[in-house]
């Protein structure tokens, strides 16, 4: 089993930046694709990045590219998600996932990942 602990959420004010990390234990996720989403109150869950076992791909949804960057470290069984130039609608908990699929791409969706953690609140203030 794997147990992910994402934290780094907070209040930020619009045009700030955060950095989230996401710490798995239990196992490592070193060959696992890992992704981030997050949930909006009244909104589906939502695919913000992905990427794969090494680093050497990632993937994002339009509204954050060029904003956010996801990268892991692998030695230390963890994956960050940067986030500048927020905006209140990235106002969100924002949950990390693993997928089992040995290297494989990260998937948009959700139903793919096998683990997940349990979020961290980010406000955004306008």
């Known amino acids: 089993q794997v147990q992910l602990v994402e934290s780094g959420g907070g209040l930020v004010q619009a045009g700030g930046s955060l950095r989230l990390s996401c710490t798995a234990s239990g196992r490592s996720i070193s060959i696992y694709p890992m992704g981030w989403f997050r949930q909006a109150p009244g909104k589906e869950r939502e695919f913000v990045a992905g990427?794969?076992?090494?680093?050497?791909?990632?993937y994002y949804t339009d509204s954050v590219k060029g904003r956010f960057t996801i990268s892991r470290d692998n030695a230390k069984n963890t994956v960050y998600l940067q986030m500048n130039s927020l905006k209140p609608e990235d106002t969100a908990v924002y949950y990390c996932?693993?997928?089992?699929?040995?290297?494989?791409?990260?998937?948009?969706?959700?139903?793919?990942?096998?683990?997940w953690g349990h979020g961290t609140q980010v406000t955004v203030s306008s």
């Open positions: 990427i794969n076992w090494n680093g050497g791909s990632t």
């Open positions: 996932a693993a997928d089992r699929r040995v290297g494989g791409t990260p998937s948009p969706t959700f139903e793919e990942y096998d683990y």
